[in-house]
């Protein structure tokens, strides 16, 4: 690799770097992306009930915490993903935004651009959820957000009892009030697993702008002065 050049480059092709790599292709930028682990051939990723065989495999970073002196010195187990789509590769899919309130308070102190009104056209760009109300959701971004799957009586009976006992039902939690029960929104197409790398970047994976490399770990970054130049891998 030694000697290409590209606009960018990015370290790690999880949620977040998919994403912006897509941006960046989108403008017209040549853009390198690298991840540490391989492409998502492991069929457990598909099926997002199979999350737990995901944990301690080769998808997985597999850190631990230092022992826990209030959970009897345990060592936790913090699974993260290292295979193209990253931590949403083996996530549980779920799909939440924050409470209205909660962003408003943060412009209120002075965070500036993260009011609800502000946040909510980024967040109905990313999202594609038919059955929102189009006042608080996307219908036509490029992340799929379900909520209309198959559920289990036990799921079902859930969602009864929550009711009973007096929670609220609650439509759609990410509407800006996320209090009560309800049925979980989650980033799932066909049935499968949907995460950003599937959504953003594999859907260009051949655009002469973009060179993915798997398996390659980013070392070091390399700096000149006050610029960075490049990485080491
Ligand atoms: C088990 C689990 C369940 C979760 N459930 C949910 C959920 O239901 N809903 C939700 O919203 N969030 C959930 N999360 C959290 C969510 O998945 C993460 O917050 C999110 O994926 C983080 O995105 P990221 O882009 O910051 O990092 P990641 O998606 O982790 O991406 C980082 C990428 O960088 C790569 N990388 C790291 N170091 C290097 C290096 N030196 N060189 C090259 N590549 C490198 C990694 O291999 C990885 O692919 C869950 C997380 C886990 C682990």
Redesign the pocket.
């Known amino acids: 690799m030694a000697g290409q050049n590209f606009d960018f480059i990015i ?7 998919n994403v912006i790599a897509r941006r960046l292709i989108d403008a017209g930028k040549t853009v390198a992306i ?4 391989p492409y998502d051939t492991n069929p457990d990723i598909t099926k997002v009930y199979d ?1 737990g065989k995901l944990w301690h495999s080769e998808q997985d ?1 597999d850190y631990r915490t230092l022992p826990q002196a209030h959970a009897n010195n345990r060592e936790l187990h913090i ?5 193209m ?4 590769a ?7 935004r924050g409470a209205k309130e909660d962003y408003d308070t943060w412009a209120y102190l002075g965070c500036d651009g993260w009011s609800w009104d502000e946040v909510l056209p980024a967040f109905k760009a990313i999202e594609n959820y038919p059955q929102g109300d189009p006042e608080t959701r996307g219908h036509d971004g490029l992340l799929d957000v379900r909520s209309d799957y198959e559920t289990n009586p036990l799921q079902d009976a859930m969602l009864e009892a929550g009711q009973q006992a007096g929670i609220p039902l609650n439509e759609d939690y990410n509407s800006g009030n996320p209090v009560g029960i309800g049925r979980i929104q989650a980033n799932v197409k066909d049935g499968n697993r949907f995460n950003t790398w599937h959504a953003y970047l594999k859907p260009v994976a051949d655009h002469d702008n973009l060179t993915i490399i798997t398996d ?3 070392q070091r970054v390399i700096v000149d002065g006050d610029t960075v130049t490049g990485v080491e891998i």
């Open positions: 370290a790690g092709a999880g949620s977040s770097g690298i991840e540490a682990g999350l970073w699974p993260r993903g290292k295979v789509g990253g931590s949403h083996l996530n549980a899919t779920i799909w939440v390659a770990k980013v």
